[in-house]
Protein backbone atom coordinates (compact mmCIF):
# COMPACT_ATOMS: atom_id res chain seq x y z
CA UNK A 1 0.00 0.00 0.00
CA UNK A 2 2.76 2.06 0.85
CA UNK A 3 6.62 2.57 0.99
CA UNK A 4 8.07 3.57 3.63
CA UNK A 5 8.80 7.09 2.35
CA UNK A 6 5.99 7.83 1.13
CA UNK A 7 4.14 7.19 4.34
CA UNK A 8 6.27 9.22 5.90
CA UNK A 9 5.48 12.02 3.57
CA UNK A 10 2.30 11.39 3.61
CA UNK A 11 2.53 11.26 7.80
CA UNK A 12 4.28 14.67 7.81
CA UNK A 13 2.30 16.54 5.36
CA UNK A 14 -1.00 14.81 7.64
CA UNK A 15 -0.06 17.27 10.33
CA UNK A 16 -0.77 20.36 8.79
CA UNK A 17 -4.81 20.13 9.30
CA UNK A 18 -5.81 22.21 7.11
CA UNK A 19 -8.25 21.25 3.64
CA UNK A 20 -7.82 22.90 0.41
CA UNK A 21 -8.61 26.41 -0.13
CA UNK A 22 -12.10 27.83 -1.14
CA UNK A 23 -11.30 27.99 -4.85
CA UNK A 24 -9.81 24.64 -4.85
CA UNK A 25 -12.87 23.25 -2.86
CA UNK A 26 -15.47 24.89 -5.40
CA UNK A 27 -13.15 23.41 -8.29
CA UNK A 28 -13.59 20.18 -6.02
CA UNK A 29 -17.36 20.60 -6.06
CA UNK A 30 -17.93 20.93 -9.63
CA UNK A 31 -16.68 17.69 -10.42
CA UNK A 32 -18.59 16.02 -8.28
CA UNK A 33 -22.57 14.30 -8.32
CA UNK A 34 -24.84 15.05 -5.22
CA UNK A 35 -24.08 12.04 -3.63
CA UNK A 36 -20.12 12.13 -3.95
CA UNK A 37 -20.02 15.60 -3.10
CA UNK A 38 -21.63 15.01 0.33
CA UNK A 39 -18.83 11.97 1.24
CA UNK A 40 -16.11 14.03 0.12
CA UNK A 41 -16.79 17.03 2.84
CA UNK A 42 -17.23 14.49 5.11
CA UNK A 43 -13.61 13.81 5.01
CA UNK A 44 -10.88 15.30 6.95
CA UNK A 45 -9.06 18.26 5.99
CA UNK A 46 -5.91 16.71 5.27
CA UNK A 47 -7.40 13.89 3.31
CA UNK A 48 -9.23 16.80 1.10
CA UNK A 49 -6.60 18.14 0.41
CA UNK A 50 -4.37 14.87 -0.73
CA UNK A 51 -7.25 14.26 -2.45
CA UNK A 52 -7.38 17.69 -4.53
CA UNK A 53 -3.98 17.33 -4.96
CA UNK A 54 -4.25 14.15 -6.35
CA UNK A 55 -7.51 15.26 -9.18
CA UNK A 56 -4.95 18.69 -9.73
CA UNK A 57 -1.91 16.23 -11.24
CA UNK A 58 -4.72 13.90 -12.78
CA UNK A 59 -5.92 16.89 -15.08
CA UNK A 60 -2.61 17.62 -15.77
CA UNK A 61 -1.70 14.60 -17.00
CA UNK A 62 -4.64 13.42 -19.31
CA UNK A 63 -5.70 15.33 -21.87
CA UNK A 64 -8.88 16.76 -20.64
CA UNK A 65 -10.03 13.91 -18.58
CA UNK A 66 -13.76 13.38 -17.79
CA UNK A 67 -15.70 14.45 -14.79
CA UNK A 68 -16.05 11.19 -13.33
CA UNK A 69 -11.93 10.51 -13.86
CA UNK A 70 -11.38 13.49 -11.90
CA UNK A 71 -14.41 12.67 -9.12
CA UNK A 72 -12.22 8.89 -8.72
CA UNK A 73 -9.40 10.77 -7.78
CA UNK A 74 -11.40 13.17 -5.34
CA UNK A 75 -12.63 9.96 -3.88
CA UNK A 76 -9.85 7.54 -4.15
CA UNK A 77 -9.41 7.15 -0.47
CA UNK A 78 -13.00 7.58 0.86
CA UNK A 79 -13.03 4.56 2.47
CA UNK A 80 -11.04 5.65 4.92
CA UNK A 81 -13.84 7.82 6.51
CA UNK A 82 -15.38 4.51 8.12
CA UNK A 83 -12.31 3.98 10.21
CA UNK A 84 -12.01 7.10 11.95
CA UNK A 85 -8.70 6.71 12.88
CA UNK A 86 -6.41 9.64 13.15
CA UNK A 87 -2.95 10.04 11.39
CA UNK A 88 -0.87 8.49 14.27
CA UNK A 89 -3.15 5.21 14.08
CA UNK A 90 -3.14 5.45 10.79
CA UNK A 91 0.61 4.66 10.69
CA UNK A 92 0.61 2.20 13.07
CA UNK A 93 -2.24 0.14 11.03
CA UNK A 94 -0.10 0.42 8.22
CA UNK A 95 2.74 -0.72 9.77
CA UNK A 96 0.89 -3.29 11.56
CA UNK A 97 -0.28 -4.47 8.47
CA UNK A 98 3.25 -4.57 7.06
CA UNK A 99 3.71 -7.22 9.82
CA UNK A 100 0.94 -9.19 9.90
CA UNK A 101 -0.48 -9.57 6.46
CA UNK A 102 -3.72 -8.22 4.73
CA UNK A 103 -5.32 -11.55 5.53
CA UNK A 104 -5.16 -10.68 8.99
CA UNK A 105 -6.52 -7.52 8.54
CA UNK A 106 -9.48 -9.00 7.20
CA UNK A 107 -10.31 -10.35 10.42
CA UNK A 108 -9.43 -7.59 12.46
CA UNK A 109 -12.46 -6.11 10.29
CA UNK A 110 -15.12 -8.65 12.58
CA UNK A 111 -12.99 -7.56 16.06
CA UNK A 112 -13.78 -4.69 17.95
CA UNK A 113 -12.60 -1.47 19.28
CA UNK A 114 -9.40 -0.06 17.83
CA UNK A 115 -8.16 -3.42 16.38
CA UNK A 116 -11.69 -3.43 14.04
CA UNK A 117 -10.78 0.13 13.39
CA UNK A 118 -6.79 -0.66 12.20
CA UNK A 119 -8.78 -3.26 10.07
CA UNK A 120 -11.60 -0.93 8.74
CA UNK A 121 -8.73 1.47 8.09
CA UNK A 122 -6.90 -1.17 5.77
CA UNK A 123 -9.86 -3.00 4.08
CA UNK A 124 -10.52 1.27 3.11
CA UNK A 125 -11.20 0.15 -0.88
CA UNK A 126 -14.06 -2.30 -0.51
CA UNK A 127 -15.82 -0.07 1.98
CA UNK A 128 -14.78 3.26 -0.13
CA UNK A 129 -16.48 1.26 -3.12
CA UNK A 130 -19.30 0.11 -1.09
CA UNK A 131 -20.10 3.84 -0.13
CA UNK A 132 -19.51 5.15 -3.70
CA UNK A 133 -22.01 2.86 -4.86
CA UNK A 134 -24.50 3.53 -2.36
CA UNK A 135 -23.87 7.57 -2.96
CA UNK A 136 -25.04 6.68 -6.65
CA UNK A 137 -21.20 7.81 -8.03
CA UNK A 138 -20.09 7.02 -11.65
CA UNK A 139 -19.20 3.56 -11.96
CA UNK A 140 -15.70 4.70 -12.95
CA UNK A 141 -15.30 6.40 -9.82
CA UNK A 142 -16.71 3.49 -7.53
CA UNK A 143 -14.43 1.10 -9.61
CA UNK A 144 -11.36 3.27 -8.61
CA UNK A 145 -11.76 3.60 -5.25
CA UNK A 146 -11.59 -0.21 -5.42
CA UNK A 147 -8.89 -0.73 -7.28
CA UNK A 148 -6.48 2.00 -6.62
CA UNK A 149 -4.24 -0.23 -4.29
CA UNK A 150 -4.39 -3.55 -6.68
CA UNK A 151 -1.97 -4.25 -9.65
CA UNK A 152 -2.69 -2.86 -13.12
CA UNK A 153 -3.88 -6.77 -14.34
CA UNK A 154 -6.78 -6.84 -12.28
CA UNK A 155 -8.64 -3.27 -12.69
CA UNK A 156 -11.94 -2.50 -14.94
CA UNK A 157 -10.45 0.91 -14.66
CA UNK A 158 -9.30 1.49 -18.57
CA UNK A 159 -5.32 1.21 -18.16
CA UNK A 160 -4.22 5.09 -19.32
CA UNK A 161 -6.60 6.03 -16.85
CA UNK A 162 -5.59 4.01 -14.36
CA UNK A 163 -2.26 4.96 -14.58
CA UNK A 164 -2.59 8.71 -14.57
CA UNK A 165 -4.68 8.23 -11.64
CA UNK A 166 -2.01 6.01 -9.76
CA UNK A 167 1.01 7.93 -10.81
CA UNK A 168 -0.53 10.92 -9.85
CA UNK A 169 -1.29 9.56 -6.40
CA UNK A 170 1.95 10.54 -4.23
CA UNK A 171 0.73 7.72 -1.18
FE1 LIG B 1 -5.87 4.13 -0.52
FE1 LIG C 1 -4.01 8.67 -2.17
Redesign the pocket.
Same mark, same amino acid.
Given at each position: MSSPWHLTRRFVGSLWPFGPSTGDTLWAHEHLLAGERTLWDRMSAPDRR $?SHG?ARRVDQLLDQPSREVIAAALL $? %?VGKLESGLGTFRRVAATLSAAVAGRETAELWVRSSGVTRRIGLYLTHPAIGGDMLEMADADPLTSAWAREHHLPEEQWTVPVEIGRALRDA %?D %?
Amino acid at each position: MSSPWHLTRRFVGSLWPFGPSTGDTLWAHEHLLAGERTLWDRMSAPDRR $HSHGVARRVDQLLDQPSREVIAAALL $H %DVGKLESGLGTFRRVAATLSAAVAGRETAELWVRSSGVTRRIGLYLTHPAIGGDMLEMADADPLTSAWAREHHLPEEQWTVPVEIGRALRDA %DD %D
